[in-house]
Structures are given as structure tokens and as C-alpha cells.
């Protein structure tokens, strides 16, 4: 996915989940708009670099987006607005290629009346399941979610542990957008239930992936797999 004329900033702080204050290179300040709802644990130190989109929107009362923040040397993709964009694209592209060959995606797919997941992929006349997750949380080179206790993440797991159940290809994928993770692992010391379900649903059927992305200001797009651990992992 290419990036085209990112805004370079400070952050300020953020707030409000939705909010994020920035200071531009000339020191002024502005507000802008930040897409990612999660705790974002490890990215928000003030004064870390970032880089902004602005919306052609007029109606938009903050016309300026959050879509990145380097830690420690490293640009970290925070829009999860872009994730599933990023996947699929890789699917398309080729880069993913553990599902085989895939005709059709569709997205956006009612598996219950209070809930949805990401894609659904048809392999000839086998349908799989798949949801998607961002990733930006990284300690100790490990890449890890959630960031913060997740009820829905564990829900959606359980939901591909029973579409797995009825037969169907059921798969989690991890979209790590940083580049200074080696491994990815469930963050137990965050979401201990999370991360017993994760196990638990995969002795059960469900796939689990993990891909790396690079992020530049100019793209960002996956570019391989990454070794993914699922022991009980202490920080």
C-alpha cells in the first residue's frame, strides 16, 4: 500500500482514545484524529516522531489522522483502519499464501446477529473463516496482542473454534505493523484469557498466522511470515 504526502509531527500527547495533540516541525500545534481505539501500550512516550494524513473531507472537524509513530527506530502502522486493506492485498499479491489459491474474498461477514468477521476466503469449495488483528505492541522482540484486555478478540476466537467445529476452514492472522518484532506471541500478562483461548482454539482447528510489515512513510505492506509461539510467555 502506498503512502503519498504523510505530514511530519511530535507527539504531544493523546487522549479521549480518539484524539491526539502533535506539534508540527515549525511548533504548531494541532489536534488530529487517532484510528486506532486500542491502548497503543509502548508507542505514546511524548515527543516520539509522527506522521499524519489529511482528509479532503471539508466536513471533517479534525482533518488530520494519526497513521504511524516511530519507537525506538522503528515506524509502527497505528491506522486499523488500513489492516484489513494490508491483507488482503497481500492475499492478492501472493505474499500470503498459507490459505492456497484463493478465487473469491469477501469481506465483512455476519457469523452471528451481534457479531462479524473480517473475511470469508473461498478455496475451490471449501470456505475459510478469517479474522484479523493489528498488532503494534512489541517487548522484549516478541510482537504481542492484544495491547489491553479484549472480551471481543476472545469472543471472535471462540466463533472460529465453532465455525472449525461445523467443518469449515477457520483461521486468526496477526498483522504485525512494526519491523523490530523476531517472534509472535500471545501477551498473557496482559490478557491471560485471551491467550489460553488462543491456545485452546487452535488444538481445536483454528489456523493462527503472523506476518510482518514493513512501514515507511512511503508504504506499507507485508513481507513474510513470522514464527509464532503460543507456550505461556513471561515478561
Excluded at 55 to 81: C, H
Excluded at 119 to 138: A, D, H, M, Q, S
Excluded at 222 to 231: E, G, W
Aim: hydrophobic share 40%; net charge positive.
Amino acid at each position: 500500500m502506498k503512502l503519498k504526502n504523510l505530514l511530519s509531527a511530535r507527539l504531544k500527547n493523546r487522549y479521549k482514545r480518539f484524539l491526539v495533540d502533535v506539534v508540527l516541525p515549525d511548533g504548531t500545534e494541532l489536534t488530529a484524529h487517532c484510528p486506532n481505539t486500542g491502548s497503543m501500550r509502548g508507542c505514546l512516550e511524548p515527543g516520539n516522531p509522527v506522521m499524519l494524513s489529511r482528509s479532503d473531507n471539508p466536513a471533517r472537524k479534525y482533518p488530520f489522522s494519526l497513521e504511524m509513530i516511530q519507537v525506538d527506530g522503528f515506524w509502527v502502522g497505528i491506522n486499523t483502519g488500513l489492516t484489513n486493506h494490508l491483507v488482503r492485498e497481500a492475499i492478492e499479491n501472493g505474499v500470503i499464501t498459507d490459505f492456497g489459491e484463493i478465487y473469491r474474498i469477501q469481506a465483512e461477514i455476519k457469523v452471528s446477529a451481534s457479531s462479524r468477521l473480517d473475511f470469508l476466503l473461498f478455496r475451490g469449495p471449501e470456505k475459510i473463516y478469517l479474522e484479523v488483528k493489528n498488532c503494534t505492541l512489541v517487548e522484549e522482540r516478541r510482537a504481542m496482542f492484544p495491547d489491553a484486555i479484549t472480551a471481543r478478540g476472545t469472543k471472535h476466537l471462540r466463533e472460529l473454534a465453532e465455525l472449525s467445529h461445523a467443518g469449515h476452514g477457520a483461521a486468526i492472522f496477526f498483522c504485525v505493523q512494526r519491523m523490530d518484532g523476531e517472534i509472535f506471541a500471545p501477551a498473557t500478562h496482559i490478557d491471560p484469557l485471551y491467550a489460553r483461548t488462543l491456545k485452546e482454539v487452535v488444538e481445536q482447528g483454528v489456523k493462527v498466522l503472523a506476518y510482518q510489515a514493513l512501514v515507511s512513510p512511503a508504504e506499507i505492506r507485508l513481507t513474510h511470515a513470522m514464527p509464532v509461539q503460543l507456550v505461556q510467555c513471561k515478561i
